[in-house]
């Protein structure tokens, strides 16, 4: 009668080669090898999936949050790549809430945090003072995840002399 483990093997290809260790376990899972999977590591992956999708939605919010406000207060300097950013980032975040609907939530939840780093960035980006930005956000959630949403309203700030925009273009 063969032996059965009672803790999973230590894999030191985990640590040497990640995509080779995953490839070894996706084939031990198919051949349900139980005893042979790694299952600390594992299951440490398995939990790493789902922080990244949070990861990504926060990541992308911030910036997209940061574009909207670029776009309101600096209506000189709108072009195609911030519109093509503001897209790109609505339609990552949404597939993101596709493939894990569970989180259909989670953009509301992390929204105000997300919104001073968004101002920070956008601050540093545009050469306004970060005290100008308006210190809650100007859009709702719904408006930031809205495809058909661009500020329309005026809001230039920072306008002013020649060296100012100069040192926006830059």
């Not at 789902?50 to 072009?79: A, Y």
């Not at 597939?95 to 989180?103: G, H, M, N, R, W």
């Not at 939530?105 to 968004?118: E, N």
């Amino acid at each position: 009668m063969p032996k059965v483990a009672t803790t999973a093997p230590t894999n030191d290809l985990y640590e040497t080669d990640f995509y080779a260790w995953t490839q070894q376990q996706a084939q031990l899972l198919k051949e349900k090898r139980w005893a042979d999977l790694d299952l600390d590591n594992l299951i440490e992956e398995v939990e790493s999936v789902g922080g990244s999708n949070k990861k990504e939605i926060r990541n992308r919010l911030t910036v997209l949050i940061s574009h909207l406000l670029k776009w309101k207060f600096q209506p000189g300097l709108r072009g195609g790549s911030w519109t093509r950013t503001i897209l790109d980032q609505r339609r990552e975040i949404k597939e993101v809430l596709a493939d894990s609907p569970s989180l259909k939530g989670y953009p509301q939840q992390v929204f105000a945090t997300r919104y001073l780093g968004a101002r920070l960035d956008a601050s540093k980006e545009t050469g306004i003072a970060f005290e100008l930005f308006p210190e809650v956000c100007p859009f709702t959630i719904e408006e930031v995840l809205d495809d058909d949403f661009l500020p329309v309203e005026p809001g230039h700030i920072g306008a002013g002399s020649s060296a100012a925009k100069r040192s926006r273009k830059t």
